[in-house]
Each structure stands twice: as C-alpha cells, then as structure tokens.
C-alpha cells in the first residue's frame, strides 16, 4: 500500500504551500533540487564502474529517494528533481511517485556522461532519449536540464543550442566556482539568458567574498564543512534566491565502496552519517521550493520569447 503522502494531489501540495508561505512569508526564498542517481553513477564511481556494469551493481536508490522525500515532506518542502534517464527507464514507478509527491522532473542526462567529454552529436543523443523517457514516465513536460558534475563549462557552449533545440526552456549546470572538473568562474552568480537563445540559466549558490566565488550550493560543501558556512552563505543571499542541490546517496552512509584511494573515499562517502540532519536544519531556515517557482518571473519571460512551434501543449503550470 503506499503511503498517503504519495496520494496527495498536486493541487493539495501547493495549498499547503501557500498556506506555508503565509505563516513563514517572512523566511527568505530559495530553489532545493535534487540530482536524482544511484551511488555507482558519480564521477568518483566511474573510475572503477562503467556503463555496462551498472545492472549488476545493488542499487539503493529506491531506499534513499524515498528517505529524501520524506525529509522534505516533513518540511513542507517541494524540489526541482533532475533525473538520470537510465533510473527513470528502469525504475518508472519511482520517478512516477517522485512526481504525484509534487516535485518538478527535470532531466540529468541519460549516461551520465561529462558534457566536455562528448560530441556535440552524442550530447544531443544522449539528452533526447533521456527527456523523452522521463516525459512518457511522467506523463508531463520536462523544461528544465542539469549536466553531470555540472560539465558545462568553457568550451562547450554548444550545448546550450542543443538544450534550446530539444525543448528545454531553463539549464542548471554553471556552477561559478573554481573547480578543476566543473569550475565556471567567470560566469554570472545570477539568472541570466544565454547570448543567441531564449535559455534561462539559473547558476548554482555561490557566497561572493572579495574576488572569489565560494561554494555553498550543497552537495559535498554542505557535508563535508560546518554547517555554519553554508548558512552564512546563504544569509549572504538576502532577496535574491539560491539554488540549492543533494544527491540521494548522499543521506546514504551505508552505501557500497567505490572508487580509488582515500581522496575519492572521502568525496563520495565523507559526512553521509550526518547530511540528514543538516537538511533538516536546512530546510527549516528558508522557504524552499522547485526552480520553476522560485524563479517564476525569469521562466515566464523566457516561455514568452519561445516560438510556438515549439511549445507544442507545454505550460508551465503542467509542469509540476
């Protein structure tokens, strides 16, 4: 039988959100997202994992999105959750029950695959087939893309045509840090409009100290440092929204070991024993919402610049 928060309808979610909104309207704003992927999908897996090896490895993905949104269900929290093709195609009725629990699918790709270490051709192969899936799953359109280890990085901009062609209305893949794998440095902290596209991108968090960009979106940040860091960042934010990210397996400490040597231990297991409870901290201190509602204003405008012939029935009300 499944658990009645799996039943509530999606009209049901938002009155409780804005009723949320009303008690809490004084908390600041910002986007919670989930890269929804098992624990043998990371970059840090690939070195000893590869495609063709992921039906034999035991997953745990089920177990782990399902304490993650319960976590949020507690908090009255709804997310933006990009998805891996590949565990939408195999485990539909999960990423259908992710969906009727009110949070917005977006798509993660199908491989998993780093953007710069692809062809054009095969990006595009790759993101089609994934959004098609997750689109027949959930029965609802996906607008919104997120890259693997957020890959769009300098020199492989022509992947935001291909977002644009495909039907994606927003991407979520700079991260404006510097990083020897996705850093992004020199790119707007905020939403803007790709040069040449009605592409919306929406940044992930950074705290802005002097010159340098720090990283506060989440994911290994929010495990590894004090949980202060993350909430000075944050407060940093004042009006503006940050976009917040977490993987499943991250709440996960009893996941299988992966990976080569102590560093690539750490990056993938270090502060998994207490990530739960710093959510919950987390998701307590702000209102937290998918990214089509926290930047509702930005994704209108960029709805209305898209030429119909693409938008075929697509609305952004249908999306979550």
């Known amino acids: ?8 309808t999606t009209e049901e979610r938002r009155s409780e959100d804005l009723a949320r909104k009303d008690r809490d309207s ?12 098992d624990y043998f999908h990371t970059d840090v897996a690939s070195q000893t994992v590869n495609h063709d090896m992921w039906d034999q490895m035991p997953s745990r993905i089920e177990s782990s999105v399902r304490r993650l949104l319960d976590l949020l269900d507690q908090n009255n929290t709804r997310a933006t959750v990009f998805t891996l093709g590949w565990v939408a195609h195999k485990y539909p009725q999960l990423i259908r029950e992710v969906s009727s629990r009110g949070h917005e699918i977006g798509c993660h790709s199908y491989h998993h695959r780093i953007v710069s270490r692809m062809t054009p051709q095969a990006f595009r192969a790759d993101t089609q087939l994934s959004k098609e899936i997750l689109e027949d799953v959930v029965g609802r359109p996906v607008i919104g893309y997120r890259a693997p280890n957020f890959s769009i990085t300098p020199g492989t901009e022509w992947a935001f045509e291909i977002l644009e062609s495909l039907g994606f209305l927003y991407d979520s893949s700079v991260n404006p840090v510097r990083h020897k794998l996705y850093g992004n440095h020199g790119a707007p902290r905020f939403p803007f409009y790709i040069p040449k596209t009605g592409l919306l ?120």
């Open 1 to 8: 039988m499944p658990s009645k928060s799996v039943v509530i």
């Open 26 to 37: 004084s908390l600041p704003l910002h986007a919670f997202t989930i890269d929804l992927e």
């Open 201 to 320: 991108e929406i940044p992930i968090a950074t705290w802005r100290i002097g010159r340098v960009n720090l990283p506060i979106g989440g994911g290994a940040y929010l495990r590894l440092l004090p949980y202060a860091y993350t909430q000075l960042g944050l407060a940093a934010h004042k009006s503006r929204p940050a976009t917040m990210y977490v993987h499943p397996w991250e709440i996960d400490p009893y996941q299988p070991g992966v990976g080569k040597g102590w560093k690539s231990h750490i990056r993938q297991t270090g502060g998994t024993a207490t990530m739960e409870s710093k959510l919950s901290r987390l998701l307590t201190s702000a209102r937290f919402v998918p990214i089509i509602e926290a930047y509702e204003d930005e994704l209108h405008h960029s709805f209305s610049a898209v030429p119909a012939q693409r938008l075929h029935s697509v609305n952004l009300a249908q999306v979550v």
